[in-house]
């Protein structure tokens, strides 16, 4: 039986008065799939309650920093207790070393970072250091990674660029995009000659550790070496960087960020978080090398700052959050990816529904589609029809999935068994759902 939702769709009419879509942040207004948002009033575990009352399991996660579930009893108890003591000092607090310390600690090659309040600004920031580095202006991404709503940065993007199919941004400028070259994922040949013809021109390489914002299309090795060593190696050998973007797979994909599956031999000299970092606040950060790192003023001359950032709520979270990310914390993550996605295939299989799993680490997606997903090209030939039937069935029978074929499926600790069989349920429903075109 489909939900009531009068009262989020009272909401989402007050809302679309007065906010742009009603939403802000695009993919929340459910744009790709149609019908009405849920207005979530609370969540805890891994259930969310919406304004009508309904109850949905979640694989959303707020698009990766619940990694411990809703409302973790720890969490909250650390951010009451800091607010008890203040909301922000724009002055610094113990919380934000401690923070970057366990970031520091996990992660080798990062020796420095600042901390930030979203992904956007670490990408933003990490892009003007590199820029400032190497006295160069070009920087390379790749079509399908997502690295937020920076300028230089939103051609060919994933996620909401993505699931509404746009080739960029309007309001960018000419000559930013002139300086951002967009080559096709896990294309050496393509890097190599871009390489060759304009290597003493580009600052930096951006790539997502392992893209999660077009599904996920984890790095291939070609002859032994990975994609991100090999981006490593490349830019390196023309004087540029390598910037990589964990803010999604950061602390998700496993403990040490995806760079703790992939990362032998080879450093990115930048990396980028954010999401888990915060465990629900806004956070981000950027951080690497010591000697890029100290260009950042005051000491040097990359100019860079935030009102909020190291706030002490935020920093509170993200202590928190990583205190509950053990070893056995992450057996459970990989229990429950392994265990959801052995459920999906099951139901989709026995539809008949052609579908894709993959995964990087604990992170997974499903594409609608029969053949592996290596590029942007080959994402968005999936069925978006097929998922977005398959969407509406979860919803309906209480699933809560990001609401766009190219986004990953995001589990916590508190994704138990029980959970999983209250998705079980529902999934030969949505897979015949999806089947029926
Ligand atoms: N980089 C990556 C890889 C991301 O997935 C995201 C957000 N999904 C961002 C950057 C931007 O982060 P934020 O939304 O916090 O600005």
Not at 17 to 28: C, K, Q
Not at 111 to 129: C, D, I, K, P, Y
Not at 346 to 366: E, K, N
Request: proline share 5%; glycine share 12%; charged share 20%.
């Amino acid at each position: 039986m489909t939900p009531s939702t009068t009262l989020s769709g009272d909401l989402f009419d007050r809302a679309r008065r007065v906010i742009p879509s009603g939403v802000n942040s695009p993919v929340r207004a459910f744009g790709s799939v149609g019908g009405t948002p849920p207005f979530l009033t609370s969540a805890k575990g891994a259930l969310l309650t919406d304004a009508d009352g309904n109850e949905y399991v979640d694989l959303v996660g707020s698009w990766g920093p619940m990694i411990l579930g809703h409302a973790h009893d720890g969490v909250v108890e650390a951010v009451r207790e800091a607010a008890g003591r203040g909301l922000s000092f724009g002055a610094p607090q113990a919380g934000e070393v401690s923070l970057v310390e366990e970031v520091v600690r996990r992660i080798g090659p990062v020796q420095q970072l600042r901390l930030v309040n979203s992904g956007t600004e670490a990408t933003m920031s990490a892009l003007r250091v590199a820029r400032a580095a190497t006295s160069r202006d070009v920087v390379v991404k790749f079509a399908g990674c997502y690295h937020g709503h920076v300028d230089a940065l939103l051609a060919e993007a994933g996620s909401g660029v993505a699931t509404f199919a746009m080739p960029g941004s309007a309001g960018v400028t000419a000559s930013t995009a002139r300086d951002t070259v967009v080559l096709p994922y896990g294309d050496r040949e393509a890097v190599t000659a871009l390489f060759a013809e304009r290597g003493d021109e580009i600052a930096a390489v951006i790539t997502e550790a392992a893209p999660a914002n077009m599904g996920v299309v984890p790095p291939r090795e070609q002859d032994g070496t990975g994609f991100n060593r090999f981006l490593a190696e490349t830019a390196h050998a023309a004087g540029a960087l390598l910037i990589s973007d964990e803010v999604l797979t950061g602390f998700r994909a496993g403990k040490e960020g995806y760079y703790g599956i992939d990362g032998d031999g080879w450093a990115p000299d930048l990396m980028t978080f954010g999401k888990v970092i915060g465990g629900g606040l806004p956070v981000g950060a950027f951080g690497g090398r010591e000697d890029l790192m100290a260009l950042l003023a005051p000491s040097g001359p990359v100019y860079q700052a935030g009102t909020l950032s190291g706030n002490p709520l935020a920093t509170a979270a993200g202590l928190a959050t990583f205190a509950g990310l053990d070893d056995a914390a992450y057996r459970v993550l990989d229990e429950a990816s392994v265990a959801l996605r052995g459920l999906v295939a099951d139901a989709l299989t026995t539809a008949g529904v052609p579908h894709v799993i993959q995964t990087a680490g604990t992170l997974f997606s499903v594409f609608f589609r029969d053949a592996p997903v290596e590029t942007y090209e080959d994402a968005k030939a999936q069925d978006t029809e097929a998922f977005t039937r398959f969407f509406h069935a979860m919803l309906d029978g209480g699933v809560y999935l990001p609401p766009s074929a190219f986004e990953a499926w995001f589990v916590s600790t508190a994704h138990t068994p029980a959970v999983l069989d209250r998705i079980a349920e529902v999934l030969p429903v949505a897979a015949r759902a999806a089947a029926q075109s």
